[in-house]
């Protein structure tokens, strides 16, 4: 079983659908917060693409300069920003996995604990993007922005966009 190629279909896909998401959401949007202490659209985006440096980091993936994990998800709401972080992050993270082996994901990570290896840190990652992909598709729906991907498939099928 190839663990590399289906974790960079998996993360490829994630890489997607957030650009295509963070695309779709209107710039005055990019500040908008269900609640009091919740991450708004744009600090839920930029969550995503620091964990796209963090996690690969727990494998030795060296985190850019400028991208410091505990203020960059605050450091901006603009799109155009917000969208080239995230193709960067995930660029940076696809990178991480696509130099990888079959074999490195067994490799033991014992500061995660005494059965971690690498392949654990490229699940935690890919499971991250997918949680918080249902997060942003949520935000996203609440402002009235079908996902495009949701949009595309309708469309196909000749159904009328549903919010």
């Known amino acids: ?14 890489h ?20 009091d202490g919740v991450r708004s659209i744009s600090e839920v985006f930029l969550h995503v693409s620091t964990a796209n440096y963090t996690i690969p980091n727990m494998m030795g993936t060296a985190i850019p ?15 155009e ?3 080239a972080a995230l193709n960067k992050s995930f660029d940076s993270a696809h990178a991480a996995i696509a130099a990888m082996t ?6 033991a990570l ?12 490229v699940y935690i990652l890919v499971t991250h993007a ?12 609440v402002n009235g922005v079908i996902p495009p991907w949701t949009a595309e498939a ?3 099928a000749g159904a009328k966009p549903q919010d």
């Not at 997607?16 to 609640?35: D, G, I, M, N, S």
């Not at 300069?65 to 799109?79: H, I, L, Q, R």
């Not at 014992?110 to 840190?121: H, R, T």
């Open 154 to 156: 309708q469309k196909k």
């Open 110 to 121: 014992p500061k995660l604990g005494p059965d971690a290896n690498e392949g654990d840190v």
């Open 65 to 79: 300069a400028g991208v410091d994990p505990k203020t960059y998800e605050k450091s901006t709401t603009d799109k």
């Open 130 to 141: 997918h949680e918080h992909l249902g997060q942003s598709i949520a935000y996203a729906r």
């Open 16 to 35: 997607k659908k957030f650009v295509a998401l963070a695309q779709a959401v209107p710039q005055e949007k990019y500040t908008w917060r269900p609640a």
């Open 1 to 14: 079983y190839d663990m590399k190629a289906q974790a960079l279909v998996d993360l490829d896909d994630m």
């Open 102 to 107: 079959n074999a490195d994901f067994a490799k």
């Open 81 to 83: 920003q917000i969208v």
